[in-house]
Antibody
Framework: EVQLVESGGGLVKPGGSLRLSCEASGFTFRNYSINWVRQAPGKGLEWVSSITSSGSYIDYADSVKGRFTISRDNAKNSLYLQMSSLRAEDTAVYYC??????????????????WGQGTLVTVSP | DIQLTQSPSSLSASVGDRVTITCRASQSIRSYLNWYQQKPGKAPKLLIYAASSLQGGVPSRFSGGGSGTDFTLTISSLQPEDFATYYCQQSYSIPLGFGGGTKVEIK
């Protein structure tokens, strides 16, 4: 089955650290960029970070830059998000999402075409 | 950063109604606009990419339109399973961003 499965969420105190994992199966993981997207309780979606298929190019949202680190291990079909200096506003469900570029009329469009079920991170004293 | 503004933020409609959601970008994003559906407690699902292309397996009652700064998602005949929140997302530039969402409730 083609899927992404997140793990590693939990309760952490402000200023603490947590490492999220996302394990892929059913497709050739090393061929795809992967993203982290989060959703605070009752709120909308927020893109967090992206990493290209080889890991050579990485981007972050300003809200997490300098505190979060995305990485991947293609041999293990796994994506990671190391989160440090956590704040209450980082409380959210964290999803990993596969980046899938699609050609339309000679232009390449990127999409999030496969999502995991999400893992909840709660930052609270 | 590119801002995406969706309207309305919520709507209530009857089964069979035609529903249109709009998404406005703060600057031109050409056709780099995707639409997602999210049901409560579930991950988002890709519906439309490149503003108007239907993702495989998505019912044809869903359609997208627009380019530049103004985009629409239309459900031609609302079904009970369409109760969900819909998000637009731009893939034109980093940071990738989402609209605030439109919650569709069934009357």
């Amino acid at each position: 089955e083609v899927q992404l499965v997140e793990s590693g969420g939990g309760l952490v105190k402000p200023g603490g650290s947590l490492r999220l994992s996302c394990e892929a199966s059913g497709f050739t993981f090393r061929n795809y960029s992967i993203n982290w997207v989060r959703q605070a309780p009752g709120k909308g979606l927020e893109w967090v970070s992206s990493i290209t298929s080889s890991g050579s190019y990485i981007d972050y949202a300003d809200s997490v830059k300098g505190r979060f680190t995305i990485s991947r291990d293609n041999a293990k079909n796994s994506l990671y998000l190391q989160m440090s200096s956590l704040r209450a506003e980082d409380t959210a469900v964290y999803y990993c999402a596969r980046g899938h570029p699609i050609w339309v009329a000679e232009l390449l469009f990127d999409t999030f075409d496969l999502w995991g079920q999400g893992t909840l991170v709660t930052v609270s004293p | 950063d590119i801002q995406l503004t969706q309207s309305p933020s919520s709507l209530s409609a009857s089964v069979g109604d035609r529903v249109t959601i709009t998404c406005r970008a703060s600057q031109s994003i050409r056709s780099y606009l995707n639409w997602y559906q999210q049901k409560p407690g579930k991950a988002p699902k890709l519906l439309i990419y490149a503003a108007s292309s239907l993702q495989g397996g998505v019912p044809s009652r869903f359609s997208g339109g627009g380019s530049g700064t103004d985009f629409t998602l239309t459900i031609s005949s609302l079904q009970p399973e369409d109760f969900a929140t819909y998000y637009c997302q731009q893939s034109y530039s980093i940071p990738l961003g989402f609209g605030g969402g439109t919650k569709v409730e069934i009357k």
